[in-house]
């Protein structure tokens, strides 16, 4: 037979464990667990185009929420023209601009075929093919709800040409054209190394280090090779081992990356100005880009 002392003791212990289990739930209902932030991004669909020969790029840019969409440099139609139809028929995507990075016929050679089968407008340099609209430096215009684009002038392969930063939240991409590829740079066809040094080492290179490089060819191949006869460190064996194991390095790499491993982009690095035998940065630009035509 249980004793008054014992019940009042159960009673007791009872009731407090009923006030914790109390307090416990109501501290998390005031406190509820936190839950990672869903975070959205950009898609950008790579399309290859002439592989074996020009090894070029065109690239889908998709707002993931609103699914408005550009496309830059499509001047492949027979290559672009069935992923484009496919995506918009399908509902996946609204294509709403053309985007050329400047008016070489291998970037906006496309241009008026693609308009027979979208109405759209075209974003890019003055002297690409039906060109609707010209940004200025630094301009800005958006693609759907998260995507801000800023137009970068970058003259010096072309003198129209245009480089676009575009931004979704924290994540970032730079759309360089002949500008700036995987570990090299473009021919300097209508410009000058003065050109060329502001657009990689000013321009481009004040851009967050963590925005990826989307460039308009696959040539980092032959920029490695290249980059082997001017500099020797850690960066450029790294890239070197990743184009060898990879055929395509588009959006791989990072802006922190070609400071690191692109010599265009390392005109103050002391070891390539004793190469050169200059140690201006703009010397050392034309010198490397002689070198380069030349091998």
Known sequence: MISTKHLLLSIFLMSLFTAVIKRSSQGNLLNPIARPAISRAMHIQSIPMW??????????????????????????????????????????????????T??????AGGNSEILKHFKLPIIGGKDCDKVTMTPDHKSTFNVGEGIKVTALHTP?????????FFEDGADKAVFTGDTLFIGGCGRFFEGNATEMHKALNETLASLPDDTRVYPGHEYTKGNVRFAKKVLNNDAIRKLDEYSQANKET???????????????????????????GHDKPVDVMKTLREMKDRS
């Not at 929420?65 to 496919?86: F, G, M, R, T």
């Not at 588009?250 to 050169?276: A, C, P, W, Y």
């Open 51 to 100: 592989e074996g020969t020009g090894n070029n790029y065109a690239y889908l840019v998709t707002d993931d929420k609103s699914k408005e969409a550009v496309i830059i440099d499509p001047a492949n139609p027979p290559e672009v023209l069935p992923i484009l139809k496919d995506k918009t028929d399908s509902g996946a995507i609204k294509l709403s601009k053309i985007i050329n």
């Open 102 to 107: 400047h008016h070489h016929h291998d970037h």
């Open 156 to 164: 010096c392969h072309t003198q129209d040409s245009i480089c676009y």
């Open 250 to 276: 588009q959006g791989k790499f990072t802006i922190g990356d070609e400071k690191q491993h692109n010599v265009f982009m390392r005109v103050n690095d002391s070891n390539i100005q004793q190469l050169v």
